[in-house]
């Protein structure tokens, strides 16, 4: 207890795992929002969202199979065997920690400009095939899957041959910062930034030199 447990020391890449968490949250939704029922014609009375017949005279109550307004997301889910495609080191471990076999560029698992709404990868991290429940930032739980893992599909190795690290906010066309200053060469802001501290080491040299006098 109270002990800090490392990723690498329950799971292994080419695993699975069971992914357990709380889904992203709508609020109180509608039955057309909620369930995906069919509007109304344009012309119906006291509104067209909702459902024409929530049932029989008799029995008289609604069946629970009825489309209903309510809570949507926000639910406790569980995904089930999530194959595991990578474990990776934190940055400051292992610098190229999204370089591969065949892909032996230098390079972070954080994308040029970061995760969109996330931001810079710090620490070790788990690369699972598909999404995870849940938005960005939200504490998840990894387990053992309960199954056991009979399928070729979750019995296959998983070799990787590259990890895409261009940038996921505009059209990434560039993997590494590196990269993308061989291609655009000095951009003006570099330029000036340079110009600007060789006026500054000239001025401190001058006023040396007037001291000095």
Request: net charge positive.
């Amino acid at each position: 207890l109270e002990k800090e447990v490392r990723v690498d020391a329950i799971f292994q890449q080419s695993e699975c795992a069971d992914v357990v968490a709380v889904t992203k949250g709508h609020g109180f939704q509608g039955v057309v929002q909620r369930w995906g029922v069919a509007c109304l014609p344009r012309k119906t009375h006291r509104g067209l969202r909702k459902v024409a017949c929530i049932g029989a005279w008799h029995p008289c109550r609604v069946s629970f199979h009825v489309a209903r307004a309510g809570q949507q997301g926000y639910h406790h889910r569980t995904l089930l065997n999530k194959k595991i495609y990578r474990i990776g080191k934190a940055a400051t471990v292992d610098p190229s920690n999204a370089s591969t076999e065949f892909d032996i560029t230098q390079k972070c698992i954080t994308p040029m400009g970061g995760f969109v709404g996330y931001g810079v990868v710090r620490n070790d991290y788990v690369m699972v095939k598909g999404s995870v429940t849940g938005p960005r930032k939200r504490v998840i739980t990894l387990r053992r899957p309960m199954a056991p893992q009979l399928k070729r599909k979750l019995t296959e190795k998983i070799n990787l041959k590259f990890i895409d690290t261009s940038s996921k906010i505009g059209h990434g066309r560039f993997q590494t910062k590196k990269e993308k200053f061989q291609w655009y060469g000095t951009l003006k802001k570099a330029r000036l930034y340079a110009e600007e501290e060789q006026k500054k080491k000239r001025l401190q040299k001058a006023a040396s030199r007037k001291a000095k006098a």
